[in-house]
């Protein structure tokens, strides 16, 4: 299995443009993550998908932020406009429920940097 | 008082040494325990899991659990350098969409 799919790795944007991030969960997972992590606060859920509807997005820093996942194969993160404080690594993971329940899977995450 | 609590550390433990790390978690319907580890500029991996009281082993790691006490430890046996890393612990209180809930990591150093 390729395991999560995340893109870009790194971006590096200014203040004000738009930025998406884009995540491949692994087949067959039903449930998608997405972090942010920084030194400062550690690792922050943003919002989570189970089949493919937004469960809980209390997590969102601010309405500049908006999620999307339009199949189950496939979730978007965008910040519109982006600040500087928006630098952080954020992740994507994905689980399935089952057997092994709730595991979940990390993508290599994108680093985003905005000066 | 955060849900999931975890000495931050660092944590220095010799080579060959047992590391021991320790977590504990508020007073809720809990059902899944996990251990994550995370390298420098990593993304976190999963490394163990732990459903029921007690004791489980996977190699050189023993995941425990004791829900009467709210806490769940791991332990690394015969530490190695390249275990170094900071460790994440995470519990999912049994929610359908299978959301856990992360601790803030305590950093593990194994010294040569």
């Known amino acids: 299995d390729a395991g999560v799919i995340q893109s870009p790795r790194h971006e590096v944007t200014e203040m004000g443009q738009e930025v998406t991030l884009r995540c491949k969960p692994i087949?067959?997972?039903?449930?998608l993550f997405w972090y942010r992590q920084t030194m400062m606060r550690g690792l922050e859920l943003l919002i989570y998908f189970n089949n493919n509807v937004p469960i809980d997005d209390s997590g969102m820093p601010e309405d500049r932020f908006s999620a999307k996942m339009p199949n189950a194969s496939f979730s978007t993160l965008k910040i519109q406009p982006s600040e500087p404080r928006d630098s952080a690594v954020y992740f994507c993971a994905s689980s399935s429920r089952g057997h092994a329940s709730y595991e979940q899977y990390f993508g290599p995450g994108t680093r985003l940097t905005v000066t | 008082q955060k849900e999931v609590e975890q000495n931050s550390g660092p944590l220095s433990v010799p080579e060959g040494a047992i590391a021991s790390l320790n977590c504990t978690y508020s007073?809720?319907?809990?059902?899944?325990f996990f251990w994550y580890r995370q390298y420098s500029g990593k993304s976190p991996e999963l490394i163990m899991s732990i459903y029921s009281n007690g004791d489980k082993e996977d190699g050189r790691f023993t995941a425990q659990l004791n829900k009467a006490s709210q806490y769940v430890s791991l332990l690394i046996r015969d530490s190695q350098p390249s275990d170094s890393a900071t460790y994440l612990c995470?519990?999912?209180?049994?929610?359908?969409?299978?959301?856990?809930?992360f601790g803030d990591g305590t950093t593990l150093t194994v010294k040569p």
């Open positions: 007073d809720r319907v809990s059902q899944s």
């Open positions: 087949s067959g997972h039903n449930s």
């Open positions: 995470a519990v999912n209180y049994n929610t359908n969409a299978g959301k856990s809930t």
